[in-house]
């Protein structure tokens, strides 16, 4: 069955540090990967998105996720945190494509100053 | 565009009583769906359609109905509710866009059943 690892179930970073969320998928033959933020009390929020062409896949809000087959990941990366980067963040797979997405069990992200 | 909307945004249930959490949606989607989420489990999905006149069952749909009658709306249902059926509820529209479809949330809604 298809599933989404993100194996960090909380990260705490400093304030204008680099930070790379993890998540590795199982079902390889043609993943199609998302990541959603949401905040405090919020809905979800589509972050980016892959499912072919350029393995480095910009997003909004400065983050970008790099699609790596061979590892079965696609890590979430952003140069400097802000403050309001503080939230749970979400990988998901869509089975070929289709309508229906399988999550990860998030990660929490503190940002200290 | 409100997008997607979800009403109410928090309820409180005894055991036993039924419900219907609705959602809308003016973006003129063909699919839609329904998701819980539940502490240090993601979201999971419990139904879903991919148009008027057509539901299928998620991950977890015991204890949970839907029908969907026109475009724009997509009610879930509980029958009689349970305690393990405290969560967050979280309802989706999507359309296809670039061989992908693209899911749109609403805000949620906190149940809890007491």
């Known amino acids: 069955a298809q599933s989404v690892t993100q194996p960090d179930i909380h990260i705490t970073v400093s304030e204008g540090a680099s930070l790379e969320l993890r998540c590795n998928y199982s079902?390889?033959?043609?993943?199609?990967l998302f990541w959603y933020v949401q905040s405090p009390g919020q809905g979800l929020q589509l972050l980016l998105k892959?499912?072919?062409?350029?393995?480095l896949v910009q997003g909004i809000k400065g983050f970008e996720a790099e699609f790596k087959r061979s590892q079965s990941s696609f890590n979430l990366r952003k140069p400097s945190v802000h403050w309001s980067d503080a939230a749970e963040y979400f990988c998901?797979?869509?089975?070929?494509?289709?309508?229906?997405?399988?999550f990860g069990t998030g990660t929490r992200l503190t940002i200290i100053p | 565009n409100a997008g997607v909307t979800q009403t109410p945004k928090f309820q409180v249930l005894k055991t036993g009583q039924s419900m219907t959490l609705q959602c809308a949606q003016d973006?003129?989607?063909?699919?839609m769906s329904w998701y819980r989420q539940d502490p240090g489990m993601g979201l999971r999905l419990i139904h879903y359609?991919?148009?008027?006149?057509?539901?299928d069952q998620g991950e977890v749909p015991n204890g949970y109905n839907v029908s969907r009658s026109t475009t724009e709306d997509f009610p879930l249902r509980l029958l009689s509710a349970a305690p393990s059926q405290t969560s967050v509820y979280f309802c989706?529209?999507?359309?296809?866009?670039?061989?992908?479809?693209?899911?749109?949330f609403g805000p949620g809604t906190r149940l809890t059943v007491t």
């Open positions: 079902y390889g033959a043609t993943p199609y």
């Open positions: 989706a529209s999507s359309y296809k866009t670039s061989g992908i479809y693209e899911q749109y």
């Open positions: 998901a797979d869509a089975n070929f494509g289709n309508e229906k997405l399988t």
């Open positions: 973006m003129n989607h063909e699919y």
């Open positions: 892959y499912f072919s062409g350029d393995t």
């Open positions: 359609s991919v148009g008027a006149g057509i539901t």
